[in-house]
């Protein structure tokens, strides 16, 4: 049902400053600026999945449904978008599973230049999934993927390598995102000594990362989002590239996965702090 994770999304109010933050910390240029709906956006495509930036600009339905996120919620993610074959079958059997959603419908977005682009989405009840926003996404109508994003220099970030959520409650999570929306449940682990239990979904080639808290009570307080964590194939060059462009870095460590070099992103984006991760020989999922 469920192929990829498509792009993840986030709610801004300023377009050109947190484009410019992202074009620092990726090492790349959006591929894609545009908007509609009342609402403007910046895409930045990654070989397995997008950052999507969206600020409201004008009247329309998309611009006041960001504006209530951002008075609601402040500036962050505002959804997971997943990819899925076939939506129509996909929206039908998430209805069945206590999770329905919008019926699949055309979303547009026009570039700057004039171009257009079409996909097809859907929105699922939030209260159904546990708090966060997840959207369902058909894949490009004309089946040709959009282009990457172009890396400007040394040490771009390269891919992402998983999405953080915080639980309250991690059953309900195995819930949802196991058994309702058939993501890969690839690790269930819980650790005393960093007190918490996490759980990672497979999806695609991202992992979505769901960490529970073991000192807190269980909870039906909704999910929020824990960040991003980008992946890098030289942690060297990307610290210094990243430092030199004014961000606030950690020093670069040994991370808790084996075979895994991080250091923290501690602010300067929306959604920070965020990881980087060089990944080992031992570290594949």
């Known amino acids: 049902m469920i192929s990829a994770l498509d792009h993840v999304a986030l709610a801004v109010r300023d377009l050109d400053a947190a484009v ?5 910390l990726l090492g790349r240029e959006p591929n894609w600026i545009g908007g509609d709906g009342g609402a ?3 895409w930045f495509q990654l070989p397995n999945m997008a950052l999507d930036v969206i600020a409201p600009h004008g009247e329309g339905a998309f611009g006041d449904t960001i504006r209530a996120h951002l008075d609601a919620r402040g500036e962050g993610v505002w959804a997971i978008a997943f990819t899925t074959p076939d939506i129509e079958a996909a929206h039908a059997l998430l209805t069945r599973r206590g999770i329905p959603g919008s019926a699949p419908r055309s979303v547009r977005s026009t570039h700057d230049d004039g171009r257009k682009r079409y996909w097809t989405t859907s929105t699922l009840d939030a209260a159904a999934t546990g708090g966060l926003n997840v959207l369902l996404t058909a894949p490009p109508r004309d089946g040709i993927a959009w ?3 172009e890396a400007t220099g040394p040490g771009e970030i390269t891919r992402l390598d998983h999405v953080v ?3 309250p409650n991690p059953d309900r999570a195995l819930a949802v995102y196991g058994a ?3 993501l890969d449940l690839r690790l269930d682990r819980s650790n005393r000594d960093w007190k918490v239990r996490q759980l990672f979904f497979r999806c695609g080639e991202s992992v979505v990362e769901f960490g529970a808290s073991l000192d807190r009570p269980v909870s039906d307080a909704p999910d929020r989002s824990g960040g991003l964590a980008w992946q890098v194939a030289d942690i060297e060059a990307a610290h210094a590239r990243i430092a030199s462009a004014g961000f606030d870095v950690s020093d670069v460590k040994t991370g808790r996965k084996p075979g895994t070099r991080v250091f923290t992103v501690r602010s ?3 959604s920070a702090p965020a990881l ?3 990944q080992g020989e031992q570290a594949s999922t």
Do not use: D, F, M, N
């Open 276 to 278: 980087v991760i060089q």
């Open 180 to 182: 309702k929306l058939g």
């Open 165 to 167: 959520v915080h639980t």
């Open 40 to 42: 403007r956006h910046a």
């Open 20 to 24: 410019e933050a992202y074009r620092r």
């Open 147 to 149: 282009p990457q994003s």
């Open 268 to 270: 300067g984006v929306v």
